[in-house]
T-cell receptor, first 111, second 111 residues
Framework: GENVEQHPSTLSVQEGDSAVIKCTYS??????FPWYKQELGKRPQLIID?????GEKKDQRIAVTLNKTAKHFSLHITETQPEDSAVYFC??????????FGAGTILRVKS | DSGVTQTPKHLITATGQRVTLRCSPR?????VYWYQQSLDQGLQFLIQ???????AKGNILERFSAQQFPDLHSELNLSSLELGDSALYFC??????????FGPGTRLTVL
């Protein structure tokens, strides 16, 4: 079955710096890759996603890149702010079926 | 607010008991997914329903069962509860696109 690995497990950055989180997946049939942000005790919130027919997608300070050949995708957050501090999860899915999640990255933005 | 609702928010019960968690999907969404989030296992897919029919099963224990009703709400039944079942249980719903939107979760504590 699908397996998603996520790195790093924790990431501390200074406010205003960029943060990058990387994920790799194992099943080449996966074609949908969302990213979720989860604050303590809250629901995972979809922040951006990318499909396998696209290499990069941007939404204001957040961007995601996908390399299908290497089977990895990354989340880039620029100009980080304290409110970006949270746990970020990547996930992979085939055709809108179950999401297989990475283990999560704790992002701390220091002001 | 994702539009997905879950009740109850918190549930405290004893080992050996049975509980029912309820989820109402976003208006128009036919798919409902259940996920379990624990500290040691991360976010794990349990089961998916589509328009009343079971579509996919993940790491769901035999003590757990679910169903989706004609009005599309779903219930997750957990029986013979063990201490290790303590976790956050999320449901998510999706429509014709692949995006899954999560409800606020039910925090289950088994004492």
């Amino acid at each position: 079955g699908e397996n998603v690995e996520q790195h790093p497990s924790t990431l501390s950055v200074q406010e205003g710096d960029s943060a990058v989180i990387k994920c790799t997946y194992s099943d080449s049939a996966s074609n949908y890759f969302p990213w979720y942000k989860q604050e303590l005790g809250k629901r995972p919130q979809l922040i951006i996603d990318i499909r396998s027919n696209v290499g990069e997608k941007k939404d204001q300070r957040i961007a995601v890149t996908l390399n299908k050949t290497a089977k990895h995708f990354s989340l880039h957050i620029t100009e980080t702010q304290p409110e970006d501090s949270a746990v970020y999860f990547c996930a992979a899915s085939m055709n809108g079926n179950k999401l297989v999640f990475g283990a999560g990255t704790i992002l701390r933005v220091k002001s | 607010d994702s539009g997905v609702t879950q009740t109850p928010k918190h549930l405290i019960t004893a080992t050996g008991q049975r509980v029912t968690l309820r989820c109402s999907p976003r208006s128009g969404d036919l798919s409902v997914y259940w996920y379990q989030q624990s500290l040691d296992q991360g976010l794990q897919f349990l089961i998916q329903y589509y328009n009343g029919e079971e579509r996919a099963k993940g790491n769901i224990l035999e003590r757990f069962s679910a169903q989706q009703f004609p009005d599309l709400h779903s219930e997750l039944n957990l029986s013979s509860l063990e201490l290790g079942d303590s976790a956050l249980y999320f449901c998510a719903s999706s429509g014709t696109a692949n995006e899954q939107f999560f409800g606020p979760g039910t925090r289950l504590t088994v004492l």
